[in-house]
């Protein structure tokens, strides 16, 4: 399985990359949103890891490219934002799952 995980937060970040591949996993990290654009419109994914608020572009931008595109990578939203309405939002754009990150 081949994962793309897109966050600012470098600790998080890789945590999360050293934890998948543990697993198995083939993972890619990008630090920021214009990083984990670019590699997700050049590379097929099975899963993003996505952080919504993102510097350079915003998650649900990023989101909602890949949306647009017909994509079939599924999306996991991993964010501080833990509001009701923020994950309606978030999977009103199109993830396919929302995880409040601790």
């Given at each position: 399985m081949r994962i793309l995980?897109?966050?600012d937060e470098r600790?998080?970040?890789d945590a999360l990359v050293r934890g998948l591949r543990a697993e198995g996993m083939a993972v890619d990290v990008?630090?920021?949103?214009?990083?984990?654009?670019?590699k997700v419109?050049?590379?097929?994914?099975?899963?993003?890891?996505l952080d919504r608020d993102l510097p350079g572009m915003?998650?649900?931008?990023?989101?909602?490219?890949?949306v647009?595109?017909?994509?079939?990578?599924?999306?996991l939203l991993?964010?501080?934002a833990?509001?009701?309405?923020?994950?309606?939002?978030?999977l009103s754009l199109g993830a396919d799952d929302y995880l409040v990150k601790p």
């Open positions: 995980v897109v966050e600790a998080l970040a990008a630090y920021d949103g214009v990083e984990g654009h670019q419109t050049v590379t097929r994914y099975d899963v993003l890891v915003h998650g649900d931008d990023l989101l909602a490219d890949l647009s595109s017909g994509s079939l990578t599924r999306v991993l964010t501080a833990a509001g009701i309405d923020e994950k309606v939002q978030g």
